[in-house]
C-alpha cells in the first residue's frame, strides 16, 4: 500500500478568485467520483490575499475568501503577482515534491502560465520542473480578456510542452480563452462538459478520458 500511495500524483491546487482551497476541495471531493479521486495526492492551497471584495460563492460558502493577486478592471496592470510566484514557490519547498498543478479559474489561469515561467528562470526556480496541468475554466494571459503580466511576457512564447488535461464548459463566460489556451499546449487532452463556470460532474466518458490522463502521468512521478 505504501508503494501505491507514493505513485500518487502529487498535485498542489490552486482556487479559484475570492474562495479559497477549502471550497475547491468540497467542490471536486461532492462531484468527482471516488475513482478519480483514490488515484490523487491533492493538496490545497490558500492563496496569500484574503478577498479585496464580495465574493461570488457568498451565501454558498463559508468564507474566508482568498485571492492570488490583482488587477485593474481591465486587466492591463497587475499587482502582486511577483509575491504570489514566490509564496506559491515557498509553499512547494516547504511542503514538496509536488508534481503538478490543477488550477480553478484565477487558478486555472494562473496554472497555465507556470510552466513557461519556470522555463524562463522568473519562477519556481527552486522546486523540480513542473510535470503536468489540469486546468479547469481557464483563460490565457495575454489573450483578448486578460492581459499579461510582465513575469509572464513570455510565458506562451512557444508551445507549453508538459502534459495537459483541459476542463471546457459549454456554459463557461471563460469558454473563449479557455478554448484558444488549449492551442498554447503540445498535445492537450481536452474534457468538454455543458455546464458553467463551475467544477463539473463527471459523467462516464469523462471518468475514462481523466482516467487514462491519471494514467499517463502516473509514469511522469
Partial sequence: MENETHKKPRILCLHGFRTSGEILR??????WPETLLRKLD???????????????????????????????QRFTEY??????LAYIEDYMVKNGPFDGFLGFSQGAILTAALPGMQNE?????????IKYLII???DKFGGAKFGM???????????????????????DFLKP???????????????????????????EKQVEIVLRFIGKIQNLT
Fill in 26 to 31: 468540497n467542490l471536486i471531493q461532492k462531484r
Fill in 42 to 72: 491533492l493538496v490545497f492551497l490558500d492563496a496569500p490575499y484574503p478577498a479585496r471584495g464580495e465574493s461570488d460563492v457568498e451565501g454558498l460558502f463559508d468564507p474566508p475568501y482568498y485571492e492570488w493577486f490583482q488587477a485593474n
Fill in 79 to 84: 499587482t502582486n503577482f511577483e509575491e504570489c
Fill in 121 to 129: 528562470g522568473v519562477a519556481l526556480t527552486k522546486v523540480p520542473k
Fill in 136 to 138: 479547469i475554466s481557464g
Fill in 149 to 171: 503580466p510582465k513575469l509572464a511576457a513570455n510565458a506562451f512564447s512557444s508551445p507549453v510542452q508538459c502534459p495537459s488535461l483541459h476542463f471546457i464548459g459549454e456554459m
Fill in 177 to 203: 480563452g479557455g478554448t484558444v489556451l488549449v492551442e498554447s499546449f503540445v498535445d492537450p487532452v481536452v474534457v468538454h462538459h455543458p455546464k458553467g463556470h463551475t467544477i463539473p460532474r463527471l459523467d
